[in-house]
């Protein structure tokens, strides 16, 4: 009898202690959800702030790089600036005119040196009877831009 009895008695044991270890794996499962729920909270707070942070250093490297594109265009405008200014100056006018398109001041003589070639078609590019290759002749800036203009609209 002494053994039905323990067996009795062990029977409602094991039972408690299965209940309990429910109790503990409830507790814990909702432990373990809480932690996850706020890992994956974390996360999302952190992923909504890490991508403008990217975001920030990137503009900020673009920043600077526009910035150094500025002050090397700023040079660059200052250069353009005393050469256009060279370029309209009466003296760089009058020393086109006298070399690229041959003209004198009133009162001044030109003078052709033919050498002993006797070819003057050579050294004279502005005589009518000249027949001179266009390649070998430095053309006056106007033609340069007619011809130019030429070429865009046949194509």
């Known amino acids: 009898m002494k053994s039905q009895v323990c067996k009795a008695r062990a029977l409602p044991k094991s039972k408690k202690i299965k209940k309990k270890s429910k109790r ?14 706020y ?3 974390l996360i999302g707070v952190g992923l909504c702030v890490y991508q ?5 250093v990137d503009k900020g490297k673009e920043i600077c790089v526009l910035q150094e594109n500025i002050v090397k265009l700023q040079k660059e405008n200052e ?9 309209n100056s009466d003296d760089y ?4 005119a006298r070399q690229d398109l041959g003209l004198v001041k009133q009162g001044e003589e030109s003078y ?4 002993e070639t006797g ?9 009518p009877d000249a027949n001179s290759d266009k390649k070998n002749l430095k053309q006056p800036l106007w033609q340069q831009i007619s011809e130019f203009i030429v070429n865009i609209i046949k194509r």
């Open 24 to 37: 503990k794996r409830k507790k814990s499962f909702g432990l373990n959800f809480q932690i996850l729920v």
């Open 39 to 41: 890992c994956a909270l």
């Open 119 to 127: 070819r003057e078609e050579e050294l004279n590019p502005w005589s």
């Open 93 to 96: 006018v009058e020393e086109v």
């Open 79 to 87: 250069i353009l600036e005393q050469e256009a200014s060279a370029l």
């Open 52 to 56: 403008p942070l990217i975001q920030r």
């Open 112 to 115: 052709i040196v033919i050498p």
